[in-house]
């Protein structure tokens, strides 16, 4: 009996981790285990020992039961001491890579601006990108002989159809849709038939807006304009200079232009030396547009913007050349891994 | 347009403003000025010299030698000199070794073909004040060497450019008298008169001037002149038109160009005896040609308006003259144009002709008649001060009888304040508008303005314009911001495009892949490449090249074109794209093709397959947006040849097909030379809309704990999954909870046309836990009646 004992002492005190650990504890204390054995064995006696047996083998049980928790203790606290030592962490160890997907710049631009716009109550829109020749330009106050249609450079289609140069087509539509009071963004895909260098594109993106209610002045159009910029350029900084701009659909018509971040104000190249960076053309609706949008003028007024999607984007991360945008590089697009 | 500082001051007095003043004031105000330059910088320190002395160079024919006194007592120069016409005893201007010109170039000291050179006498073209080449300036022989040449002619010249895009609606802007008359507004500044009357002959020589279309020239006025002669014109006028860009060529030909950019108004200048004695002004007829100053020969269409004489044509209204007719150094007597011709037909004349000129782009704004009229006692009057003998011959035809019909415009006081967000004195309203040379009335609610006729033959003619002008004046950053008081309404929410993001957003987060934007037009060789050009597409009439001209239908070959260069640069690229397809053959009630909205996905990989990952994320990707699609059949027969069409499943609910996934046809992956097994996929986004999300249901969470019991099914390769999976299901009943393929295996070791499906199968039941006996039922059943679908239940 005492030799076993010895073997099983041996055995707990030679088990090297957790799990040889657990072995020895189901061969010992298991259903068909070596203790179960012996305390079966008892009823085999005769009934003058099994007193004196059923004594001992408890007793042993209980000793092994000790004897193998302090085992137990001892390991895991030599394995928190492994863990604890650290000996081979590199911190600058990398995990396994990974593909990483990414929005176009655009798209995070546009995602921010529809957020910003939708929680000041503005509904998003968008519209045909092959247009009528009316909601592109008669209903925006662009008649057919309007030197505006000369320098719009328009795509047009074989079947009398064009391409939207605009998202101000969407300001109609909008109107005629859900009528006045209204407040819409329209941001989208525009066209204009032009030479493609590192400023110019012929596909390009717009973000259309139109706010029209009783009362709704210049003033109104300054504060919604500021706000737009505070948060689409990160800046609290943002100084706004309205100016004349001509623009058929708008009267008065006006360039917003912001206060250039780059130079802060003394020139630089991005703002061709003036200080100021052209960013935001807009005004107040034009009385013929209301009425194409079927809205009475004199009840209602209304502002509207547009702005520049990729120019924006530019002058957010600094990119020098608008072909980028189009361009499908994947070492360009993945540099941009907001996902708004 | 380039506007001369020197110019403006002619009419208003902007000596006490910087040229950056004179920029703000107008840029805030009126127009942009983009850029303000100095015409003549450089040239201040130039000095005269006095030719003493002028040899021919010993070493070559065409050079000259020359000393050259440059004052202030120090040794003559000797300087060599190319120019044909210097000689001894000229006044010149030198520059000096150190000095350089306006374009850059370093004067050095030098030899030239052995001659010591000590700087260079200048022509005008050297020093960028014409274009003028041929010879060396020389000046009045009064000027004593040493003095600066910018104090002896004036040529320093302040030139602001002006964005034309911001004065496109203003043809009262388009000459310095324009501008004058807006800075002396902005400024506060006293406005000339704009130039003085010239009485014309009541008899003598005029030509029988007359206009057949009144609507396509509403004013024609004429006038002959006779004793001119087209010398070189002075100095100051020849410095004052290069300054803005406009070349000399000859006096009547410069003063024409003078009054053009002076008061916006083009002139046509014709030699009179190349004309009979009448003037007609009418539309060209079909197949009529002439031959325009720029000696091209014009097909004509009964749209153009001519000028004609003896019934031929003479120039081509409001564009260009005609060669037969034009001043020459010979002409003694001219027939002088002033007149208005209809915008659009300028217009359309000159885009069809691909002829755009000074003429034109000033025509096509819509000009003022009241002009040509004054354009030409502008012209004679300077013509008489420049070329004493010229005179008119004859009385001035002006047939149209035109008359400014004043526009009474009323402007309310409250609609002012309404829309400008402020509060504007009367006072402040009435002198803003009569310095722009408005009348104004008090009128019970506002007042009644009065346009004058430069303002009104286009930009004035709503009571809005009237308080734009109020408002540009006032200055619009003068205006303080005011928040909206809000809408409170919910806004309508577009599904579409919310669908569009969030899938978006899911495709890069969830599928890792990159968005990409792609041009709608799809060109004809990609088109070529995916067995996709013989579709119908809508088409661009003006395309930016002829074989790129086709709309996209599907945005799929978009992505497929921008995998290649990408697989040079990484070694698996996964691209996604929202966008636009165009469908022609289907339109709506304003005769727009059909658009639809899809989302493409491209995997590539060089030399693998990304099908499986493709599928899988795509799925997932749905039902998170909440839409249960299936994917049980091969995409049918549609317009997508680029599709594998043993290898593409239609995603579906229901009968509807909302998109597919799959693998690029092998035969257009060789096309564009693109690896094997490119996995791609399509959503209609209408589609899926239209069959809608489910709703999520909470299912009650089992207490008791499940038991996975694994089964591999060995089947004929031609068996399905899905046949497996269901049979798996149902032959366990109510205690199969789930059912999923862990492997699909294809190994050497079994039989030809044999596959292995290794499914998961979870058993479980919502009242107890399952024993072994459960497990071991749901095995013999699956053993028994597995034939059901072919199969044999391996191990």
Redo the contacts between chains.
């Keep these: 009996m005492e030799k076993r004992r010895q073997e099983w002492l041996q055995a707990i005190e030679s088990a090297a981790d957790e799990a040889a650990l657990k072995q020895v504890d189901s061969m010992l204390f298991g259903k068909k285990g070596a203790i179960q054995d012996l305390v079966k064995s008892v009823s085999s006696l005769p009934a003058e020992e099994r007193p004196a047996a059923g004594k001992a083998y408890n007793q042993l049980k209980v000793e092994l039961a000790k004897v193998l928790d302090d085992r137990r203790e001892v390991l895991a606290q030599e394995q928190m001491q492994r863990d604890l030592a650290a000996p081979d962490f590199d911190p600058t160890e990398p995990g396994p890579a990974r593909m990483r997907g990414t929005l176009h710049p655009i798209s995070v631009v546009q995602n921010e601006l529809v957020d910003l716009f939708t929680s000041l109550g503005f509904t998003w829109q968008d519209g045909p990108e092959i247009e009528s020749e009316f909601y592109n330009f008669e209903a925006l106050n662009i008649p057919d002989d309007h030197p505006a249609r000369a320098t719009q450079d328009t795509f047009w289609n074989t079947d009398g159809t064009l391409l939207r140069t605009h998202t101000s087509p969407v300001q109609v539509r909008a109107m005629r849709r859900f009528g006045a009071p209204l407040k819409v963004i329209a941001p989208g895909r525009c066209f204009r038939q032009e030479a493609v260098d590192a400023s110019h594109e012929h596909t390009f993106y717009q973000m259309e807006g139109l706010v029209v209610d009783k009362g709704v002045s210049t003033a109104n159009l300054i504060h919604t304009m500021k706000t737009c910029l505070r948060v689409i350029l990160r800046r609290e900084d943002i100084h706004v200079r309205l100016r004349p701009g001509f623009f058929p659909f708008v009267e008065p018509g006006f360039e917003l232009d912001v206060n250039c971040a780059f130079c802060e104000g003394r020139g630089c190249k991005v703002c061709k030396q003036s200080g100021w960076i052209e960013i935001l053309p807009c005004g107040m609706v034009h009385p013929k547009v209301l009425e194409a949008g079927g809205i009475d003028p004199e009840e209602y007024t209304g502002f509207a913007f547009g702005m520049g999607l990729q120019r924006v984007v530019m002058l957010r991360y600094g990119i020098n050349d608008i072909r980028y945008f189009m361009g499908g590089d994947l070492r360009f697009l993945e540099q941009f891994d907001e996902v708004s | 347009m380039l506007i001369s500082s020197n110019w403006l001051n002619r009419y208003v007095d902007l000596g006490g403003q910087s040229p950056e003043d004179v920029r703000d004031a107008l840029?805030?105000?009126?127009?942009?000025v983009?850029?303000i330059t100095t015409f003549g910088a450089g040239l201040e320190d130039l000095v005269i010299g006095h030719v003493l002395t002028r040899e021919k160079h010993p070493d070559a024919d065409k050079l000259s030698v020359c000393t050259v006194d440059i004052g202030a007592g120090g040794e003559p120069l000797q300087i060599v000199c190319g120019a044909s016409n210097v000689a001894a005893d000229q006044r010149v201007v030198v520059i000096q070794p150190g000095q350089a010109l306006p374009d850059g170039t370093k004067i050095k000291q030098g030899k030239i073909r052995g001659q010591v050179s000590m700087g260079m006498i200048c022509s005008e073209s050297e020093l960028g004040l014409s274009e003028e080449h041929d010879g060396i300036i020389v000046l009045d022989k009064d000027y004593s060497a040493g003095v600066e040449f910018s104090r002896v002619v004036s040529f320093l010249d302040h030139v602001l450019e002006i964005d034309n895009?911001?004065?496109?609606?203003?043809p009262d802007l388009w000459g310095h008298y324009g501008i004058a008359r807006e800075l002396a507004a902005i400024l506060n500044l006293e406005l000339q008169e704009y130039g003085r009357p010239v009485e014309f002959p009541a008899s003598g020589e005029a030509l029988d001037v007359s206009i057949e279309d009144l609507a396509a020239c509403p004013r024609y006025t004429g006038l002959c002149i006779g004793g001119v002669k087209a010398t070189r014109s002075p100095d100051w006028l020849r410095y004052l038109l290069h300054a803005v860009g406009q070349r000399s060529i000859n006096l009547l030909v410069d003063l024409t160009n003078f009054v053009m950019l002076d008061l916006g108004q083009p002139m046509h200048a014709f030699d009179r005896r190349r004309l009979r004695s009448d003037v007609v002004v009418r539309r060209a007829k079909a197949g009529e040609t002439m031959t325009t100053l720029d000696e091209m020969s014009r097909d004509l269409t009964e749209e153009d308006l001519l000028i004609t004489s003896g019934g031929e044509p003479v120039a081509l209204a409001g564009i260009m003259g005609g060669q037969g007719s034009m001043v020459d150094d010979e002409t003694t007597e001219l027939f002088l144009e002033s007149a208005t011709f209809h915008?659009?037909t300028v217009?359309r004349t000159s885009?069809r002709l691909g002829l755009r000129t000074d003429s034109s782009a000033r025509f096509?704004?819509t000009l003022d008649p009241a002009n040509a009229e004054l354009g030409i006692h502008r012209f004679v009057g300077m013509l008489q001060d420049l070329c004493p003998g010229a005179a008119p011959s004859g009385p001035l035809a002006d047939p149209a009888q035109w008359r400014y019909e004043p526009v009474i415009i009323r402007l309310r006081k409250a609609r002012l304040d309404?829309?400008?967000?402020?509060q504007v004195p009367d006072q402040q309203v009435r002198s803003i508008l009569e310095s722009l040379e408005f009348e104004v009335r008090d009128a019970d609610d506002g007042f009644d303005v009065t346009v004058p006729s430069m303002r009104a033959s286009k930009d004035i003619g709503?009571e809005?314009?009237l308080?734009?002008e109020i408002?540009?004046m006032f200055r619009?950053?003068n205006?303080?911001?005011?928040?909206?008081?809000?809408?409170v309404?919910v806004?309508?929410?577009?599904e579409e495009?919310?669908l569009a993001?969030d899938l978006?957003?899911a495709?890069?987060?969830?599928?890792?892949?990159?968005?990409?934007?792609?041009?709608?037009f799809q060109p004809d060789a990609l088109l070529e490449a995916v067995g996709a050009r013989e579709l119908e597409y809508?088409?661009?009439?003006?395309?930016?090249a002829p074989e790129i001209c086709r709309?996209r239908r599907h945005v799929l070959p978009s992505l497929l074109?921008?995998l290649g260069?990408?697989l040079r640069?990484?070694q698996?690229?996964?691209?996604f794209e929202v966008?636009?397809g165009?469908h022609?053959e289907s339109r709506?009630q304003?005769?727009?093709?059909h658009?639809v909205s899809e989302l493409a996905i491209a995997f590539a990989q060089r030399g693998g397959s990304d099908y499986s990952v493709l599928r899988t994320g795509l799925v997932s990707l749905l039902k998170r947006q909440g839409f249960a699609v299936e994917l049980d059949e091969l995409m049918g027969h549609t317009d997508l040849p680029w599709i594998h069409p043993g290898m593409t499943v239609a995603l579906t609910s229901g009968a509807e097909v909302v998109g597919y996934v799959g693998t690029l046809h092998p035969q257009i992956a060789r096309n564009l030379d693109l690896p094997r097994g490119v996995a791609i996929a399509n959503l209609d986004l209408r589609q899926l809309l239209r069959v809608g999300r489910k709703e999520h249901k909470f299912v009650e969470v089992s207490r008791f704990p499940t038991q996975p019991v694994d089964v591999a099914l060995m089947v004929p390769t031609g068996v399905q999954v899905k046949t497996c999976a269901n049979f798996l299901r149902e032959v366990g009943r109510k205690l199969v909870m789930n059912v999923q393929l862990f492997e699909a295996y294809r190994g050497a070791e079994l039989p030809e046309g044999v596959k292995s499906l290794n499914f998961t199968v979870t058993l479980g039941a919502t009242d107890r836990t399952l024993d072994s006996k459960d497990e071991e039922k749901y095995l013999s059943k699956v053993r028994e009646r597995c034939g059901e679908v072919q199969a044999e239940l391996r191990g």
């Design positions: 840029t805030m105000s009126t127009a942009e983009e850029k895009k911001s004065i496109n609606h203003r915008a659009a217009r885009v096509e704004k309404l829309k400008l967000g402020i709503i809005d314009d308080i734009e408002g540009r619009y950053d205006i303080p911001e005011v928040p909206l008081s809000s809408i309404a806004p309508h929410r577009d495009l919310n993001r978006s957003r495709a890069a987060l969830e599928l890792s892949a990159n968005e990409v934007y792609n041009y709608s809508t088409i661009v009439g003006n395309p930016v709309m074109s921008c260069a990408n640069n990484y698996s690229v996964r691209l966008g636009k165009y022609p709506d304003d005769g727009l093709a658009e």
